[in-house]
């Protein structure tokens, strides 16, 4: 299929009477060795060809050149009225943008205020259960210790009365 191409370069080359690369005297790349002779791939085999003039789509293009100049005007405005209208979606997106990031701004605030004021809340009222329960344990302990002295006192007492009570015994007992 290159060598087509090739071969269509060549015609056209010799019908505008421009002369052959290989009557000039300049090496094809072919003769010049198996290194020399690689092309890349989607690369022309003709060196004088571009890369891009061998492609069929390059053909059809120049074919039809004329066609599409007269398009180019039309073209070129309906793509400057599409840039125009995509450009004023886009600064009302933007504007669209900003308010709602301003609105979650004012939303979040509150929220964090009402979460600020609702921790306040909280640590009063766990400070209230806190000090209840240290209140409780206090009067607990007076109570306590309250009993703790009416015992000792009892204690003392009885030690007093197991006193005399041995005493009398051992005068009754001597």
């Known amino acids: 299929m290159c060598f087509l191409f090739q071969q269509e370069r060549l015609q056209r080359l010799d019908s505008l009477g421009v002369p052959r690369p290989d009557s000039v005297g300049v090496p094809r790349p072919d003769s010049l060795g198996p290194a020399v002779s690689r092309v890349r791939p989607g690369a022309s085999p003709d060196p004088y060809l571009s890369p891009r003039e061998g492609r069929p789509s390059a053909r059809r293009r120049a ?76 009067s607990d302990m007076e109570e306590e210790l309250k009993a703790k002295t009416d015992l000792s006192t009892e204690n003392q007492r009885l030690k007093d009365e197991n006193g005399a009570l041995i005493r009398v015994i051992s005068k009754l007992s001597k």
């Not at 701004?105 to 979460?115: A, C, K, N």
């Open 63 to 138: 074919a039809e050149g004329d066609l599409a100049g007269q398009d180019f005007r039309k073209l070129y405005e309906g793509a400057v009225a599409a840039n125009g209208r995509l450009r004023s979606r886009l600064d009302t997106s933007r504007e669209e943008l900003a308010l709602v990031q301003s609105q979650l701004g004012r939303v979040t605030g509150q929220q964090q205020r009402r979460r600020a004021t609702d921790r306040a809340a909280n640590m009063l009222e766990m400070e209230k259960k806190e000090n209840q329960s240290l209140e409780k344990k206090i």
